[in-house]
């Protein structure tokens, strides 16, 4: 059952399962996708004693915004201020935070930021902080070749076929980046339905400019943005997991991001898993939120 609960700028949908007294876990999805991204790795740690939480993040499902002039900023100091607020909001001092792609960055965020609230972080594809000030660099062509959906998103063009084909084009990238998970339509469908929030479109289109200093942030972020811009490091243990197959950031990216742990750090590469690496591996995330909590 969906439950909700509200922070100072979201109404926020979560699904929530194992004992009330359980040590935290919160896990993040990434886009586009939704909580059903940890549908085998929540089963699995709820059953074992912990408190798993899962929520939508901005722009997607039952998730809302409270009021009608906030911006609808789906840039990196949001998506970690969501999780800190989150927290507060459910009065959890300390949890072990799992993400990748979007979640993940709100992971790292959270992580960097308020290293006090995080016990052990499971970061899917590495130091998932975006270096905005450098975001101009041009990459290798394969990359950039990989990114096409985010040029396209810069583009008024972009918006309109997001608006008019999210589906479409949610759908050609869950083939592309796990080119080895033969998921169904059904599967599809059940994480789709998330897609159809009204701030899903706008909330993306600000993230993919933002990132590339072509949107404006949320003024009220504009600090933590200053903090984030100095590439902060991780302070907390930390085991970062990396699909082998990963379609839109490939393995070789995280090679050298044990430099920004300060704490434990771990890196595994994970053979056969592609981007959604929860889905298509979830023993792997389950055995590095144990090894972290133990």
Aim: with cysteine; charged share 20%; aromatic share 10%.
């Amino acid at each position: 059952m969906v439950a909700t609960v509200r922070t100072p700028t979201l109404e926020i949908g979560y699904l929530e399962s194992g004992p009330a007294n359980g040590s935290p876990v919160i896990l993040l999805h990434g886009w586009p996708s939704d909580p059903h991204d940890w549908d085998d790795v929540a089963a699995v740690l709820a059953g074992t004693g912990y408190r798993v939480l899962v929520p939508w993040l901005r722009g997607y499902g039952p998730t809302r915004f409270l009021d009608p002039s906030t911006p609808r900023s789906g840039q990196q100091a949001a998506l970690g201020a969501d999780v800190r607020d989150f927290m507060d909001a459910l009065g959890i001092r300390q949890a072990l935070l799992a993400g990748y792609d979007w979640g993940g960055r709100g992971a790292c965020v959270c992580a960097a930021l308020w290293p006090e609230r995080v016990r052990g972080l499971v970061s899917i594809n590495g130091y998932n902080l975006q270096n905005i000030p450098m975001a101009g660099r041009p990459a290798p062509a394969a990359q950039e070749h990989r990114h096409w959906y985010q040029w396209y998103f810069h583009t008024e063009r972009g918006r309109a076929g997001l608006q008019q084909n999210r589906r479409d084009i949610a759908r050609l990238l869950w083939r592309l980046w796990s080119p080895n998970w033969q998921f169904d339509e059904a599967t599809f469908e059940a994480t789709a339905v998330s897609f159809d929030n009204p701030d899903f479109v706008a909330v993306t289109i600000q993230s993919y400019r933002h990132r590339y200093g072509n949107a404006p942030g949320d003024p009220a972020l504009e600090s933590l943005e200053q903090r984030l811009a100095e590439q902060p490091p991780i302070a907390v243990p930390t085991i970062v997991l990396h699909g082998a197959c990963d379609g839109v950031g490939p393995p070789e990216l995280s090679e050298a991001h044990a430099r920004h742990f300060t704490a434990r750090y771990e890196r595994r590469v994970i053979p056969v898993a592609g981007h959604f690496l929860s889905r298509e591996t979830p023993d792997a995330v389950v055995q590095a939120a144990r090894d972290l909590l133990a």
